[in-house]
């Protein structure tokens, strides 16, 4: 496609289930990056792929997040026992730089996430 | 540590007026900075992206500069729009940071009135 694209758009959900949100990269761009946005914490590095590896998970806030890629394009983020305190918006990155900062990153829209 | 700052947090101004956005940051050894625009509900769009030898990037009323040494950046926009309203965010990343992972401000939220 011609952006970065995040599904779902919004997603409510009880605490305690598990929720998978997904990200579509830009073709050919084999950097792909995580973020949060939330109210109190401002906008936070969640984790960074190069191809399907992911070199950098320092973001990540809790064993229950995880994430994965594979074929080196689309990736999923996995929340399990959602909290409240991970209601946000979940954004998705991807950049063509290879293994060296400093590439523009294009976002997707997000997808805000709201634990009840 | 990584902390970087934006102030203010909120800016209102007329149409038409010139305005400054101030980012600053705790280590100086970054390696670029950018600055993005948020919609609401919506991603961020880069605007303009300084590398860290670079003192100054440009894009029509839009001018970003960057001093190293004392760890700061303006974005400077000229001549403003209502259609400028948004949220500004500056992020930096870092030479050991590996992959390039993004070190946000918390943002200035703009509005320009008509």
């Known amino acids: 496609g011609a952006g970065v694209s995040q599904s779902p758009s919004n997603k409510v959900t009880e605490k305690g289930k598990d929720v998978e949100l997904r990200c579509d990269p830009i073709?050919?761009?084999?950097?792909l990056y995580w973020y949060r946005q939330s109210l109190g914490q401002g906008l936070e590095f969640l984790i960074y792929?190069?191809?399907?590896?992911?070199?950098?998970k320092s973001g990540l806030p809790s064993d229950r997040f995880s994430a994965e890629r594979t074929g080196g394009s689309v990736s999923t983020l996995t929340i399990q026992r959602t909290q409240q305190e991970d209601s946000a918006v979940y954004l998705c990155?991807?950049?063509?730089?290879?293994?060296?900062?400093?590439?523009?990153?294009?976002f997707g829209p997000g997808t805000r996430l709201t634990v009840l | 540590k990584q902390e970087v700052t934006q102030i203010p947090a909120a800016l209102s101004v007329p149409e038409g007026e010139n305005l400054v956005l101030n980012c600053s940051f705790t280590?100086?050894?970054?390696?670029?900075l950018q600055w993005f625009r948020q919609d609401p509900g919506k991603g961020l769009t880069s605007l303009l992206l300084?590398?860290?030898?670079?003192r100054e990037q440009t894009s029509g009323r839009l001018n970003a500069s960057l001093d190293k040494s004392s760890g700061r950046s303006t974005l400077y926009i000229a001549a403003s729009q209502p259609g400028d309203s948004a949220t500004y965010l500056c992020?930096?990343?870092?030479?050991?940071?590996?992959?390039?992972?993004?070190?946000f401000g918390q943002g200035t939220e703009l509005s320009v009135k008509p």
């Open positions: 990155a991807s950049s063509s730089m290879i293994a060296r900062p400093g590439g523009v990153q294009f």
């Open positions: 280590d100086s050894a970054i390696y670029n």
């Open positions: 992020a930096v990343t870092y030479y050991y940071n590996q992959g390039g992972k993004l070190i």
């Open positions: 792929f190069q191809g399907n590896s992911a070199p950098d």
């Open positions: 300084i590398q860290s030898s670079q």
């Open positions: 073709s050919g761009h084999t950097a």
